[in-house]
C-alpha cells in the first residue's frame, strides 16, 4: 500500500525494536539461527528497564532446584501464576513459560555465561522456591549483569546494535504482512520529530521487544485515569506506548491494558524503586502497620497483596505513614544508614515527635499502636486480618522508623496479543504476517497481577521464541 | 483512501449503527436537530438487549426523589458509581452521566412519553434510593415497554430504521474522518457473507450504538480467558463484537476491555438472565448459603459484591448450590411457583434428600447450615463475615429450597474510547472527525463495575449526546 516507500534505504532479515532483555534474546536467536540481525533502541543508551531490574529469575526445576532438593513442576508454577493473574492469564501462554523455563535458564548460563547466587528463594505468591538471583558486585540492580552479559554475547555474534533508533511506522504490504519499518534515525527522546526519516527493509521478520508503558502518563491513565502525573513510576522514562500504539494501529489485538500494576511499597520521597521500598518489604509491612495521617488509623492488611495495598493507599488521596520499631527494623537493618541518609526514612525517640514531623492526631496514633500490640501480643489482628508472623513483637522499642508511602506504578500487564509462536495475533484473529512479539509489549501471559521475579524469565522464553520464529 | 467506493449507493446526514436505547435516543436527537437519519439494524429485528432489559433507570435529583423527599446530588451519583467502579471511571465520562442523568429522565417522560412506578428503590452500592421502574404490563423485562415508546417516537418523526444491514467498514477519507459505511444489506447474523455490499455516504456524522460483547465468546475469552463457550451469557446472541473491531481497526482508542461483568445469581438451569437468578437475589443470596457440591462446604462471603461472588464460584470449577428454607424462601415467593414449574428451583423435605439429589457428602453438608445457623442466631458469621439481616432466621424450617449456580456474562465495562461529546477518541489522542459512540459499546463510564440501573441510563444520555453532535 502507500506507505511502503519508492525505494529502502537497508534491508535485514530480522530487525528487533528494543534492547532489554527480550529485545536481546530475541536477537541471539535469529542470529544463531542464520540471520543477519539489527538492534534498534530508540534511547541513546540499550538496555531500557532491564538495566534496573532486580535480576531475579524464577524457574520451575532449575538444576538448583535440584541440589536443594526442591520438589517443583511447570504445572505448580504455572499453578501459582494463574492464582497470582486471578484466571486472566492465557493458558497456552503461561504454560509455555513455565514449561520453557528451566532450558531458558539452562541457556542464560550455557549460552550467555550468567551465574546465580547458589540460593534458591521462595518469593510471594510462588508456592515453593524457584526464584534466583544473578550474581553481581552489588546487591542492586544486578538485572545489569544479567544485560551486559546478554550484550556481550550480541557483540560477539557481530549483531549491529544501533541507538536513537525510533518506531516510526510498522509498514504493511498489500497482503497485510509487516515489510519493513519506518524509522527516524538521531530521535532524540521524546521529540517524535527529531532525527530523518529512514526506511529498513525486512526480509524475514520484525520482533517488538519495546518494553510496557508505566511511564507513560496519557496512556496508562486512559487505561486507568487514577495513574495521573501525580502517580509516579518505578520505571525509566522511555517506558513509554509509542511502540504499543503503532502496532494497535496496524490491527494488533489488544489485551488486558487496564491491568497495571503499582507498588504499595514505594515512597514519594526516592526516585524510581529505591532502597526505602526495600527497606518497607523486609521490615514495615510485615512488622509495622500503616496509618493515614489524617485520622493515625490503620487501613489496610498491611500483608494483603499488592494490588489491595496500593488500591487503598490510594484511595486515602495523601502519602500512608508506615511505622515500625527498632525491633522490626531488624530485617531491613543492612539498608537502615542508607535509607536514614537518603531522608527516606526517619528515626523518633518517641511516638509525639512522629506525631509532631507528620501532623498526625498524636493521641489517636498512640490508640492505634496500642490496639495493634495487643493483636499481636494474642497472634490476632481483629481489625484487618494481618499475618502476625511467629517473631512478631509489639511495637514498643525505640527509635520508631517512618516512611512516606504512595504507590507508584511498576509492571503493565497488558499489551498485544501473542500465541505460543510470539506471533503477534490480529483482530481478525490470524497472526500478522512477520511480526512477533515478547516481553512487557506483550499481554496475557501475567494476567491481572505479575508474580515477583517472573518478568525476566517471561523476556528470555518469548524472547529467544520470537527471534527463533522470526529467523524462519 | 482506496477503501471509499466510486460512487455512493445513497447519502444521509447521520446514520446510526444500532437499534437499541443509545442508538434511537441519537437518532431522535438527530433528527429534532434536522438531520435526515438512518438507522441500520443487523438482526431481523430491532432493540437489541434493551428488549430484555430489566427498564430500571437511575437519576439523581429526579422529580421522584423531590416528592419522596429524598436527598440526592449528582456528586453523590458519580461517588457510587466511582466507588462501584474502583476509581476506573474516567472521571469527565461519569460526570457528565450523573449531572446530566435528571434532564434524560425528565426527557424520557416529556418527549418519548415514558412512564414510570411511582416508587423510588435504593439498588445495592447506591447510596440513596435513586431507581425509577419504567411501568408495564408485567414485572419482568419493562425495559421493552420504554423501547417501544422510544420506537412509537422514531416512527412519528419518519426516521428510516433498517434491519438485516450489517456494519463491515467505517470508511475513511484521506484525513482520517468517517465519510460513510459500508454495510451488507439483507445480512443474515451471524453469516459474515450474507447479504450484498452497499456504501452509503455520511455527510455529518456516524453514532456506533451497537452494544457490549457478551456473547461473543471469542473476544470476550481473549480478554478474560475463564470466558470460553462453558460460560453462559444473560444477553441476547447478536452482543457480539464486530463494529467495536471494526471501530478498533480503523484506530479508535480501546479501554478496559477485560473488564467483564458476570452475574452470580445466574443458574445454568435456564437460558438467560431468568427468574431463578431474582429469585436468588432476593432470597438465596441474602438468607441463605452458597456451597460447593464437592464438600459441602461454604466458599465465598454471600453477601460480597458481585465480582468477588462470580469470581468464587467459577473458581470451584463447578455449579455451585444455593440454598434457603421455607422462612429464607419469603421475599422471592411470588416467583415460587414459576421457579418450580421451570425446574430452576427444587424443593426438599429434609437435607437428605437435597444432598442426595445433588451428589453432597451430607455429613458435611448437616454440618455446614449447624454452623451457619448459630452465626446466624449469634448475628455474626465467624467465617466468611456474611451480613446477617436483622430479620434472617436459622435454616430449619422445609421446604428446603436449592438451586444451581453459575455465573453468566452480563455486561462488558469496556469499548472504545468517548469524550464527554460522545466522539470517538483515536490512538493519536484526538477526536475521530464525524464518528461518535454510545452506550455499551464504549468504556470508561462505569470502570471496573457498573452499578445497577445505571445502564439504561447511560445509553439515553450519551445517546442523545451522540446524536445532537453528529447533527452538527
Known amino acids: 500500500m502507500k506507505e511502503l516507500p519508492q ?43 532491564s538495566l534496573i531490574s532486580d535480576g531475579l529469575v ?35 501462554l503461561v504454560r509455555t513459560l513455565a514449561e520453557k523455563s528451566k532450558e531458558a535458564l ?42 551486559r552479559k546478554m550484550m556481550g554475547v550480541v557483540k560477539r555474534l557481530g549483531i549491529e ?47 517488538l521487544a519495546t518494553g510496557g508503558f508505566s511511564s507513560d502518563v496519557d496512556f496508562r491513565s486512559t487505561q486507568d485515569p487514577r495513574l495521573t502525573a501525580d502517580v509516579e513510576s518505578t520505571n525509566r522514562k522511555a517506558a513509554t506506548a509509542e511502540a504499543l500504539i503503532e502496532a494497535l494501529r496496524i490491527g494488533a489485538t489488544p489485551l488486558q491494558l487496564s491491568w497495571i500494576q503499582l507498588g504499595p511499597w514505594a515512597s514519594p520521597d526516592e526516585k524510581g524503586s529505591g532502597v526505602g521500598s526495600s527497606f518497607a518489604s523486609v521490615s514495615t509491612f510485615p512488622y509495622g502497620i500503616i496509618i493515614a495521617p489524617k485520622t493515625g488509623r490503620r487501613f489496610v492488611k498491611e500483608s494483603a497483596d499488592r494490588k489491595i495495598r496500593a488500591d487503598a493507599i490510594l484511595k486515602t488521596g495523601r502519602p500512608s505513614i ?33 506525631s509532631g514531623f507528620y501532623k498526625i492526631p498524636s493521641e489517636e496514633l498512640q490508640n492505634t499502636i496500642k490496639k495493634f500490640n495487643s493483636y499481636v501480643k494474642n497472634k490476632r489482628d481483629m481489625e484487618f486480618g494481618k499475618t502476625i508472623l511467629t517473631d512478631a513483637q509489639p511495637l514498643i522499642h525505640p527509635p520508631f522508623y517512618a516512611i512516606r508511602l504512595w504507590p507508584k506504578v511498576h509492571h503493565t500487564m497488558g499489551g498485544i496479543q501473542i500465541n505460543k509462536n510470539a506471533q503477534v495475533i490480529g483482530l481478525n484473529k490470524q497472526p500478522i504476517k512477520q511480526l512477533y512479539a515478547a516481553g512487557e509489549v506483550t499481554g496475557g501471559i501475567h494476567g491481572a497481577c505479575r508474580l515477583g521475579s517472573c518478568a525476566i524469565i517471561d523476556c528470555l522464553v518469548f524472547g529467544r521464541i520470537a527471534g527463533m520464529n522470526a529467523a524462519l
Not at 520451575?60 to 484466571?87: N, T, Y
Not at 547466587?117 to 558486585?137: E, N, W
Open 7 to 49: 525505494e529502502w534505504d537497508e534491508e535485514f532479515d530480522v530487525v528487533v525494536i528494543g534492547s532489554g532483555f527480550a529485545g536481546l534474546a530475541a536477537a541471539i536467536e535469529a542470529r544463531y539461527a542464520g540471520a543477519s540481525v539489527s538492534i534498534l533502541e530508540k534511547m541513546k543508551y540499550c538496555g531500557g528497564n
Open 58 to 92: 524464577a524457574a520451575a526445576c532449575s538444576v538448583f532446584q535440584r541440589k536443594h532438593k526442591i520438589q517443583d513442576s511447570p504445572e505448580l508454577m504455572q499453578d501459582d501464576m494463574v492464582k497470582a493473574g486471578l484466571g486472566l492469564n492465557h493458558p497456552d
Open 106 to 147: 539452562q541457556w542464560s548460563m550455557d549460552c550467555i555465561g550468567v551465574e546465580y547466587l547458589d540460593r534458591v528463594d521462595q518469593l510471594g505468591g510462588h508456592s515453593v522456591p524457584r526464584t534466583l538471583t544473578v550474581k553481581g558486585h552489588s546487591s542492586f540492580h544486578t538485572g545489569a549483569f544479567l544485560f
Open 161 to 207: 546494535v544501533r541507538t536513537q533508533m525510533y518506531l516510526e511506522k510498522l509498514l504493511k504490504d498489500e497482503n497485510g504482512g509487516i515489510r519493513g519499518v519506518q524509522i527516524r534515525q538521531g530521535y532524540v527522546f521524546p521529540e517524535s520529530e527529531s532525527g530523518t526519516v529512514t526506511f529498513l527493509q525486512v526480509k524475514k521478520g520484525v520482533v
Open 322 to 354: 508506615g511505622i515500625t520499631d527498632a525491633r522490626g527494623a531488624k530485617p531491613g537493618k543492612h539498608m537502615l544508614d542508607r535509607c536514614l541518609k537518603k531522608k527516606v526514612l526517619k528515626a523518633f525517640h518517641n511516638l509525639e515527635d512522629l
